[in-house]
């Protein structure tokens, strides 16, 4: 509170009564603590001789005008002056009152002994203030320099041996195309924006005082009704850091490998209960989380399968490195290792419920989070979905942006939905009222220039996208050799297999009349191009032929995960004819073992004709040695395979119900019948 104010409160005016050392400092006190901590005072509420004799003495009370600006002022070596002018205007004070002693008599010993009591109360208190704060200072610059210490030591080391630290990247104006932000990885947050905070926290309960987690997590909210929680022997490590980038790895204990063989062998029983049972000793190995979300998901428990999944991602949070940043876009996991794998599924797993649920704002950022995680390999193929995402969740700068600095060396527009996405992305922010004239004319120019280009390097998107659409196209352009069945006959297959991907995961996008108006508009104008010869036409051709011979692995295992219809007919033959497991599709060739699973007899191929086929009849039918009681392919007890297989036969056998053909009823003979 400032010094005007506080005579204003008083009721006082400046240059009526003399200041005390309450006119400049507004000091709160009770009347048990003034007598505990003011000096002990004379007969007469006097203070003792010596009291206040090194302050500056002050003859003139107008001298005093000018203390604001002194008190603003640095004191000698960097100190404030302020107890300097304390002790001043108190010794000031206190002469004042010794020399109109004899008028003041007047007025009673009450009047006598007020003054002196509130300055030497008021003269204790700001010393003791001004002690701690000097104390707090003192201590603050000290740990201020030290910490500056320590980061220029860091920076030393760091010129020195060439490496940095792994971490977030320095702040800058500008954020990472593939940075995170931690308030859009929680779907609550868009939710909210939707439908307001009350109808989303509606329903949940409040936090219970207990615990039952360790940590509080981004990507999942710790739910009660899961098991309570128990490490099951996966962590993280630091591999490398070099160059602003940090390589992490996730690492199985030996108890979390046997797990890992149990799981391997419940998959290959093919009987999903094995995996439930398994997860009653193992709640969180991540691996039978996903593939009995899979068993959920075809099974219409949408519920089962998110909450398994988010239970999954939970666990494998729980291991992090400390070091590790889900945001900086820095930090990268290799596909090639199997332990990583199981995070990248998890990932897009919850990716594609958050799009089903209606999040696309936070599924987008899931796909950034999966993208950056290793950019340059992309092992799921982020790209070909993280523009439909953007478009869905209006997010147009930031498509554009993307294509815009990724273009140089990703070559993002011979991909047939950058080449489609990014002028639509165009024209929907063309169409943004709260733009000027300026921009949406630009934007709308920009967004014809690239969606012409787009026809005549991918003219078989068309018609198919008017199909899907529900649009019949006029004459001229459903019978002119460019736009029609030809160009989709002659495409390659990959550029055929990428044409269905992007057709039926975004078609909805184009259904718009404004939008179809406006591509309707740049067909037009692209015929007259073809008919006009341009060399651009049979450049584009050309590069058609070169480019699009053999979609590589990560096309694949992305058109496997997302499970669009006409993506996958679209599959090789040599894909579809290989097994394909939930929790491991399509690995990497150069797969980076770090452990081995310890060999073991394979009934299916070491059994003979005989056994093979009554396990193809018969999957609970085992040939002698399988059994532990039987010990081993060795064992002692060779004739109770012979028993087994016989009661098998009597089981089967039992099993065939025969049915009597219906007997046809004789004829009646001549006159027993009736007309009709």
């Known amino acids: 509170m400032s010094r005007r104010a506080l005579r204003r409160l008083r009721g006082e005016q400046r240059g009526q009564e003399p200041l005390g050392p309450g006119a400049l400092q507004f000091v709160l006190h009770d009347d048990d603590d003034v007598e505990e901590e003011c000096p002990k005072r004379g007969p007469g509420g006097r203070r003792p001789r010596g ?18 600006d002194l008190d603003e002022a640095p004191g000698v070596n960097g100190e404030r002056t302020d107890c300097l002018l304390v002790d001043a205007v108190v010794s000031g004070n206190k002469r004042r009152a010794q020399s109109g002693h004899s008028e003041s008599t007047r007025g009673g010993n009450a009047a006598d002994t007020a003054v002196p009591s509130e300055q030497s109360n008021t003269c204790s208190k700001l010393r003791k203030k001004k002690r701690k704060q000097k104390n707090k200072k003192n201590a603050g610059e000290t740990s201020q320099n030290g910490l500056e210490d320590i980061d220029r030591i860091l920076e030393r080391i760091e010129d020195a041996s060439g490496a940095s630290r792994p971490g977030p990247p320095p702040l800058s104006t500008k954020k990472h195309v593939l940075y995170v932000e ?107 989380l996903l593939q009995l979300s899979d068993a959920c998901r075809f099974q219409e428990d949408q519920e089962t399968a998110r909450d398994l999944v988010e239970r999954a991602l939970y666990s494998m949070e729980c291991a992090f490195h400390p070091l590790f940043s889900l945001t900086s876009g820095t930090c990268r996991l290799d596909y090639r290792r199997p332990e990583n794998r199981s995070f990248y599924l998890a990932l897009y797993k919850q990716m594609s419920f958050l799009e089903k649920r209606g999040c696309p704002r936070t599924a987008l950022e899931y796909c950034k989070l999966i993208l950056s995680l290793e950019p340059d390999e992309d092992p799921l193929c982020m790209l070909l979905l993280i523009d439909h995402l953007a478009l869905r969740a209006r997010s147009y700068e930031y498509l554009i942006r993307l294509f815009e600095e990724w273009e140089a060396h990703r070559n993002l527009s011979q991909l047939p939905n950058f080449a489609f996405s990014v002028p639509l992305a165009y024209f929907l922010l063309s169409q943004q009222a709260d733009l000027s004239e300026q921009e949406m004319s630009s934007a709308r120019e920009e967004a014809c220039v690239r969606i012409q280009q787009a026809l005549t390097m991918f003219p078989g998107v068309l018609m198919p996208l008017l199909e899907y659409c529900s649009v019949r ?19 390659p297959p990959a550029l055929s297999q990428l044409v269905s991907l992007y057709l039926g995961r975004s078609h909805f996008l184009w259904k718009e009349p404004a939008t179809m108006s406006w591509l309707e508009e740049n067909v037009h104008k692209v015929l007259q191009v073809v008919d006009a010869g341009d060399p651009a036409v049979e ?20 058109v496997v995960l997302s499970e669009i219809k006409e993506a996958v007919a679209a599959l090789p033959p040599d894909v579809t004819t290989q ?23 394979s009934p299916i191929s070491h059994g003979n004709t005989i056994a093979l086929f009554f396990r193809s009849l018969l999957p ?7 059994r532990p009681e039987d010990g081993g392919p060795g064992g002692l007890h060779r004739d109770q395979g012979l028993n087994r297989l016989m009661l098998a036969v009597r089981d089967m056998m039992a099993n065939f119900h025969f049915h009597d053909l219906e007997v046809l009823p004789e004829e009646h003979p001549e006159g027993d019948g009736e007309w009709d």
């Open 579 to 601: 097994s394909v497991l939930g929790f491991d599709p399509l690995p990497p060739l150069d797969t980076i073992y770090s452990y081995v699973r310890p060999e073991r007899l």
């Open 473 to 491: 196209p006029d004459t001229t352009v459903a019978t002119h050799h460019f736009f029609g069945p030809d160009a989709e006959i002659s495409q």
């Open 539 to 558: 450049a584009c051709e050309s590069r058609r032929k070169v480019l699009y011979q053999r979609a590589p692995r990560n096309i694949h295992r992305h």
């Open 182 to 288: 931690h308030r859009h990885l929680n779907p609550d947050t868009e939710l909210k924006r939707y439908f307001g905070a009350r109808a989303v926290l509606g329903e949940q309960r409040p936090r219970q005082r207990q615990r039952m987690y360790p940590k509080c997590t981004w990507l999942t909210t710790p739910k009660s009704t899961w098991p309570r929680y128990t490490k099951p022997g996966l962590s993280m490590r630091l591999l490398e850091s070099r160059k602003g980038r940090s390589v992490f790895a996730f690492e199985h204990s030996e108890e979390y490998q046997q797990t890992q063989h149990k799981f391997l062998a419940a998959v290959e029983s093919m009987e999903p209960n094995n995996i439930v049972v398994l997860l009653q000793s193992s709640p969180y190995h991540v691996d039978s």
């Open 620 to 626: 609970n039918y085992t040939v002698e040695g399988e």
């Open 51 to 68: 009291a206040g004799k090194e302050g500056v003495r002050v003859n003139n009370r107008f001298e005093l005008i000018n203390i604001e």
